[in-house]
């Protein structure tokens, strides 16, 4: 099953106790949604492919996968080392501060784009808002995994994540900066079987039992917003 990357700890969980309750065997590769939409347009074999965006997924219905279903919703967060003076999304523009952001083609990185957008619509922070944050900017990562990764290193003073990905691995070298209500809108994650399945029954009953009260239980226990 290809899922992407901000779906690694809970799809591990479900994984875990979807087979040992159906007697399935199942394996991931987790990877940015749009390196796994190129490599299912291009011939690789899944079962089931899980995206962070429907804009990596929706192209993909009736000639990847045979449907679209939402399966969690998700938000933005900023984290930053614990004891930072970074408080709120005005600190981000301070000169010289370090962010790491993901690239546009990932979805967290096209939803960080939207976000600082909707600021500078609104001038909540001033003018130019989003050039002032870009100019901090120092690496833009393939996946939302590599962008917290930096702030745990100590490689960056900030980054946009998902609230997902704020793990209680995560959470003691780190802190969340809450995101303005007006800005953190969900994102949604559709999953889908694909017409090349070779294990059809089986991929239809996990997507099935991501929206069960188990699963969604798993996915809410990660951070992720019920699907509907």
Known sequence: MFAASSLTDAFTEIGRDFDRQTGNRT??????????????????????????????????????????????????????????????????????LRIVIASPAVPVGAYTRQLLAAVDQAGTYGPDYAARFMKNVVSEEPNVRQV????????????????????????????????PSRFAALTPYPAGVTLESRSAPQARAFVAYLLSPDGQRTLRKWGFRAAR
């Open 27 to 96: 394996t991931f590769q987790f990877a940015g949604s749009q390196t796994l939409r190129t490599q299912l347009e291009n011939g690789a074999r899944a079962d089931v492919f899980a995206s962070a965006s429907d804009t990596q997924f929706t192209p993909l219905v009736g000639k990847v996968v045979a449907s679209r279903q939402v399966f969690a919703r998700n938000t933005l967060t900023v984290i930053v080392p614990r004891g930072s003076a970074v408080k709120s999304l005005a600190d981000l523009t301070r000169p010289g």
């Open 148 to 179: 917290a990764l930096k702030v745990q290193l100590g490689e960056a003073d900030a980054a946009v994540v998902y609230t997902s990905d704020v793990t209680p691995a995560l959470k003691a070298r780190v802190q969340a900066v809450a995101l």
